[in-house]
């Protein structure tokens, strides 16, 4: 008799055993089994001949859900590798990568989809009838070449659209059912490509010269250089030879408009997997791929766990992008799985961006990775011009200085957009000096102290070191301390007020939720309907804003100072990534840094010199202080009620890992936002010069600190590489 060891969809760090009456399935199918009251699906994972439990104790399967595997060998070494690198329970990886439908126990077979698709008053209608419509136009003409999906067609089209052609009676419902033949390699019609000039013609011939084997590339190009021509043209390659192309986007950067560029390009259906899918379309991209009937799969995140027949290249766009890293559960960077996917596949994988993340540059430049550059604009894109703005004892309206509500007035007259930032990400308030600029420091480790308020103290993230907030700047005596933060809504009512005129409009996670809603408001910037754009991140990704004359970023300094020692490139990312998606040719835009401190040298460095040698200097830096890439962290985090729980913990967690070889241990500290939603969050670090020695007292120690009583009470995570210390 077979015992199976399945996964299951439980937090414990654990197979379970089984008996299985009858012939045993393969390894990668879905069975259903009692687990304690409930019946629960879980992955058949390992089978054994013998069981550590007695064979009369072992439950036996309740049902077999499938007769193939779900999940391909690569994927199933893939689950393992998460598993065991992020110290995460196996079954809960599973499910992480398995589509809802799977685990919610559907049939793992290509149902047939609703599709639209032309009536016969469709087919003959003469399409300048609907020149009035021009959206209704548009969806005519593609269902004259092809049937959409119900979610496609609103995504693309818009659910209006749709509805238009529906009263007239121009289209209707079919169900598709997909076979299993390929119809897509005879499908394929090359569109109209330009010429690849001589550093994009070198970039192809490279990703061409690997295709079969695994190499990984960095493919480092400014906005506009022509990135996506050489994934096209290298796409066109594998595509040819029959095989499959994945590519993660940022989980903003999938809109319509990049994913008809690839399905133009080639004429075939390209699967996407956007967060409007539900569960069944999922499944069916899913699906799809694992039979080898898509040639071409773009998705966000998880789109890493797609499945594919002829795994032929995988490719990251936009590679810096925070998104690519889960924040919650099992807390995976997609770019680092698509590395050990690329491996196991043999494929290539293409890492493309204009600021590349230093993890990444440091691989290309240390010669692990393939290093491809475009140094020249293939379209007519700008660069706006970068200035910094001395804000010491300037009065501040609603966080903008007065010389900067000037411009900003200037450049509406002349019928411009303006866009005003404020930047989130690894924002640290330090105690500031608004007279003369000076930064409360830690002396042990000359590194800003950081400001927590309700705790009433300063905070040094490097050595621990804490003191209480003092009344006056230790070097002009004066008392205009403070952290110079202002939030968006804060910012939006003061313009509206200050420009009565003209119409603004908030662009963040809170306003952007909903599907199709930024894409709505996109369309909106670019008709003019509004005039000021004040945004957080969102709005530097992937969207060219050619009205655009003048960017402003409030905030420089609640990065520059952060203890997030990522803050500093996350904000050079911003601001390359911004300045080269405002303005056009004939329109170029103006971008000011708002800062007490003008002359900082990172500052300096980014807006003389580019990314790209900002980028070689603060690698330099971090290999001074021997930080990541060269070394490596995790992070426990805990939150509770009460502070003391939470830091009761933590040091409980930290005595297990004090003189652990090779490990050093930061914290318990509060972390960079002490309080959220009324309760306190803390941190440990723990940082490692070697990565198997931080592994290894992690494989120690983590049943261990499972099993701390506290672990019950306080809520708490563990992230391997950390991104966000917030
Ligand atoms: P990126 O992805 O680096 O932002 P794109 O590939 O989107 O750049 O190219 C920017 C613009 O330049 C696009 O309109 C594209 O069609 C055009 N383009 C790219 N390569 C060439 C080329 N070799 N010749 C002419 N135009 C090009
Ligand atoms: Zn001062
Ligand atoms: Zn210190």
Request: hydrophobic share 40%; proline share 5%.
């Amino acid at each position: 008799m077979a015992i199976l060891r399945i996964a299951l969809p439980v937090p414990k760090r654990q197979l379970f055993d089984y008996r299985i009456d009858g012939e045993s399935p393969a390894i990668g199918c879905r069975v259903i089994v009692p687990f304690g009251p409930r019946t629960l699906v879980g992955i058949i994972w390992e089978i054994a001949e013998q069981s550590q439990w007695p064979e009369d104790k072992l439950k036996a399967v309740t049902q077999v859900l499938d007769d193939k595997p779900v999940f391909s060998a690569t994927l199933i070494h893939l689950c393992q590798w998460l598993a065991s690198y992020y110290k995460h329970p196996i079954g809960d990886v599973v499910q992480t990568a398995l589509p809802v439908a799977l685990r919610k126990g559907a049939a793992n077979q290509a149902k047939a989809i609703d599709h639209w698709c032309l009536s016969e008053a469709g087919q003959t209608i003469d399409s300048s009838e609907l020149s009035r419509a021009p959206k209704q136009q548009a969806l005519l003409a593609q269902l004259r070449r092809d049937s959409l999906t119900k979610s496609t067609a609103n995504q693309d089209f818009g659910p209006a659209a749709v509805k238009g052609l529906l009263t007239k009676g121009l289209i209707e419902v079919i169900a598709k059912s997909h076979t299993t033949d390929e119809p897509w390699v005879s499908k394929i019609i090359i569109g109209e490509k330009p010429q690849a000039n001589v550093q994009q013609a070198l970039a192809i011939s490279s990703i061409e010269a690997k295709l079969g084997e695994f190499a990984c590339f960095l493919l480092e190009g400014i906005t506009g250089s022509g990135k996506t021509e050489v994934y096209l043209q290298a796409i066109e390659s594998v595509l040819l030879r029959g095989q499959q192309v994945l590519i993660l986007v940022p989980e903003i950067g999938l809109t319509p408009q990049t994913v008809s560029r690839f399905k133009q390009r080639f004429g075939i259906e390209v699967g996407v997997l956007h967060s409007a899918l539900n569960d069944t379309e999922r499944l069916q991209v899913w699906q799809q791929s694992a039979l080898g009937q898509l040639g071409i799969i773009i998705g966000t995140r998880s789109a890493i766990f797609t499945p594919m027949l002829k795994p032929g290249l995988l490719i990251v766009d936009e590679e810096h992008d925070a998104s690519y890293k889960q924040q919650d559960g099992l807390r995976y960077h997609a770019r680092d799985l698509a590395v050990m996917r690329a491996h196991k596949e043999q494929i290539p994988l293409v890492l493309g961006t204009a600021t590349p993340a230093l993890e990444t540059l440091n691989n290309a430049l240390s010669g692990k990775y393939q290093h491809l550059h475009l140094p020249v604009r293939a379209g007519n894109a700008v660069v706006a011009k970068q200035q910094v703005f001395d804000i010491r004892q300037q009065p501040l309206e609603f966080g903008l200085a007065k010389g900067m509500l000037e411009r900003t007035a200037l450049h509406l007259k002349q019928g411009s957009q303006v866009m005003l930032f404020i930047n989130r990400r690894g924002y640290a308030p330090a105690l500031l000096c608004h007279s003369c600029g000076h930064v409360e420091q830690c002396h042990s480790c000359n590194k800003p102290f950081t400001l927590h308020k309700s705790l009433y103290k300063l905070q040094c993230h490097h050595c621990a070191a804490a003191k209480g907030i003092p009344k006056r700047c230790a070097n002009c005596q004066s008392s205009e301390l403070g952290s110079q933060g202002v939030g968006t809504e804060q910012l939006e009512q003061g313009l509206a007020e200050y420009f009565p005129n003209y119409k603004s409009v908030r662009i963040d996670s809170d306003t952007t939720r909903g599907k199709n809603k930024l894409d709505t408001m996109l369309n909106q910037i670019n008709n003019n309907e509004f005039q000021l754009l004040i945004g957080t991140q969102i709005l530097s990704k992937g969207h060219h804003f050619p009205n655009v004359t003048l960017v402003i970023i409030l905030d420089v300094d609640g990065a520059l100072f952060s203890a997030d020692y990522r803050a500093a490139e996350h904000l050079a990312q911003l601001i390359t990534q911004l300045a080269g998606r405002a303005g056009r040719a004939e329109k170029p835009g103006e971008m000011w840094l708002q800062t007490h401190d003008p002359a900082h040298p990172l500052l300096q460095d980014l807006i003389n010199n580019g990314y790209g040698h900002f980028a070689r200097y603060a690698l330099l830096e971090r290999q001074h202080a021997n930080l990541p890439p060269y070394s490596f962290q995790a992070l426990f985090k805990a939150q509770a009620l009460s502070a003391r729980d939470a830091h009761e913990f933590l040091q409980q967690v930290a005595d297990h890992f004090i003189g652990a070889e090779g490990v050093m241990c930061l914290g318990p500290i509060p972390a960079l936002m002490e309080k959220r939603q009324g309760q306190y969050r803390m941190q440990l670090l723990l940082q490692s010069n070697q990565r198997g020695l931080l592994q290894q007292a992690l494989n120690q120690y983590i049943s261990s600190v499972e099993a701390l009583p506290l672990a019950t009470k306080v809520r708490w995570s563990l992230d391997v590489d950390p991104q966000d210390f917030s």
